[in-house]
Structure formats: structure tokens, C-alpha cells
């Protein structure tokens, strides 16, 4: 299927998965269903092989472990479809480890109106969604077939979001990337020890499994699968705690190169853990990059061009746009 990029507004967060879904199957992605859940909506897509499952949640709590009840859209990616199923039981999702609950993210928004969408596909089904859910505040979602792979040659399905699914529809507080601030670039982490980054790999020491993104903690909160990964961005909110895997860290703190702006388009390599402080690369997200491009000469929205690619600017990343 062909690249494609769309955007618009939506009246509603249950507006904003129809708006997705009709696009998706325009994409070529066949709908298994895309139904009311009241009070929200779920749907349930597929695409040569890969499953996506989504869930618009409308004053209500749409994970096992969810912290209180608002607005979003919940994601996570699985190997197959059952009606008989609820939206978050549905085969080969991220399982919390020691227990059967699937984990997953999603994207944070408001009771009302979304003034801006804007729906990416590569044309390789890698999907990324951006919304700007009120003024000025930019939340996420993604997945894709594969990582760009590093040194391997099986394909490790990712999806991703803005909030962990423990807080994808509620948060305690204020000043908290991905809820009333805009998330930070995918696969780092937003609050704490939440992981909002999920990858499925097959290696000699975690055969077809899920890893996420998470530092230490096992409890109920931070969507932790059994194994770990690290991402390149390191977390300096959380003292760096990639530091065990090469990072950005020190890029990201140098002053912003005016000469050569170009230089801090990122990808957003990920680590696998293999053993205690051993990680083992396994690739970056096709479409999303770190950037600090936003205030630096470029605005929210604005096409970035970089060695006869589009990039879309958004804070603290840019999406490329293939079409």
C-alpha cells in the first residue's frame, strides 16, 4: 500500500478511532471489528499478520491495572482476533509478568474536541499517530511490523505510546510528560518506571516475547513483561538510567548546533537486556527521531528536509512523512 499522511480535527476521542479506523482500512488493514464499548469504542484491525488493538476509553478505566477513569486511547499489538474476547484479552498481547493481564499504552486526550491530528504510514504499515489534544500539549501512538533492524534478520513487531497504560487515562498530578505535557520522544520513558515502549523479539535467552521499557520495578504500575529494554534517548529525569547502553545523553545536553542543524535528527535506537548489565542492540523505530529541532529554527507542524527526505516537527521529535 501506498504511503500516506492525513490530517484533521475530531470531535471526540471516540470520533478520533472511527476518523483512524476508516483510515486504516483505506490503508489496506482489514477491521474485525470496530464497535461500542460503552461508553467508548474499541476496534480491532489486522494486516498481514499483525494485529492491532484499540480502545477509546470516555470517562472510564480501560486497562486491569489503570489508575482511575478519564479519556485516551489505549493500544498493544497481538497474533489474532476473538469476538468472545474483551478489548484487552485478545491473543499474543504484552502480559504483565506473573500474571495474565495484557499491558500495552496509549495516548492521553480530553473530554472533548481534538483540534489536530495527524495519521502517518511509511507505506511499510509502520503507523504513527499524533495528536494535539488541546492547545499546544502533543501526545502519540505507533506500531509497525519491525524495528529497522541492527545484526539480525527476523522482523520484531513494536508498538508505542505517549502514557503508559496504568496512567493512559488518569494521572494524580500535574507537570507530567505525556499527560498535560507533551510526551518525549517514543521509546523513552514519560513518568517514572512506566514503560510506554513494547517490542517482541525472539533471541536464545527470550523466545517470542515481549520486552518493555521499564528500570527495575516489577509492580502492577509499570507494565513490566519479564524482560527490559533501554532506549539510546536516556531518561534524564530519572538520573540516566540507560546508562548502561550507549545514549544521547551528552548530544542531547551540548548546545544546539546552528551551523549544522541536520546533525540532531536521532533514530531511536533500542536495547534488549540479555543478562544483569548486558544489552544487545536490536534496531530503532522506522519513522520517529529524536530531535531538538522545535524552537531552533523550526515550528510544530513545519517540514524538515534531510538528505531529500520529509521530516514533520513536532517537541522533541520528528515523524517522517512519506507522503
Known sequence: MAASYVTGAATSPIDLLQLLVSWLVAQGWTSDSSVSDSPGWRAHLHKNGLYVNLRAAMSESIWNYNYGGGYGI??????????????????????FSGSSSVVGAGVCLGSGAV?????????????????????????????????????????????????????????????????DLTGLAPTTHQIEDQSGF???????????????????????????????????????????????????????????????????????????????ARWAPIGYVPTVFATWAWQHGFNVGEIWQVGGLDYMVFP???VRKAA
Open 74 to 95: 489505549g493500544v498493544y499489538l497481538g497474533t489474532g482476533y476473538s469476538g468472545a474476547s474483551n478489548w484487552r484479552s485478545q491473543a499474543g498481547g504484552p502480559v
Open 115 to 179: 483540534p489536530h491530528y495527524h495519521f502517518f504510514d511509511d507505506g511499510n504499515d509502520n503507523i504513527v499517530v499524533v495528536v494535539e489534544w488541546t492547545t499546544g500539549v502533543f501526545g502519540y501512538l505507533g506500531w509497525g511490523p519491525s524495528m529497522t533492524k541492527t545484526g539480525y534478520t527476523m522482523d520484531y513487531p513494536y508498538f508505542f505510546g505517549s502514557m503508559a497504560s496504568y496512567y493512559n487515562t488518569a494521572y494524580p498530578s500535574s507537570g507530567k510528560y505525556g499527560y
Open 198 to 276: 513494547f517490542v517482541r523479539i525472539d533471541s536464545a535467552v527470550w523466545a517470542s516475547q515481549w520486552i518493555s521499557n521499564v528500570y527495575s520495578s516489577t509492580n502492577t504500575a509499570s507494565g513490566y513483561t519479564g524482560r527490559r529494554i533501554r532506549s539510546a534517548l536516556a531518561s534524564t529525569s530519572l538520573g540516566g538510567i540507560e546508562s548502561y547502553t550507549p545514549n544521547y545523553v551528552n548530544v542531547k545536553n551540548r548546545s544546539w548546533p546552528n551551523a549544522y542543524p541536520g546533525a540532531m535528527l536521532l533514530p531511536l535506537h533500542a536495547f534488549s537486556e540479555m543478562a544483569t
Open 316 to 318: 522533541y521529535f520528528a
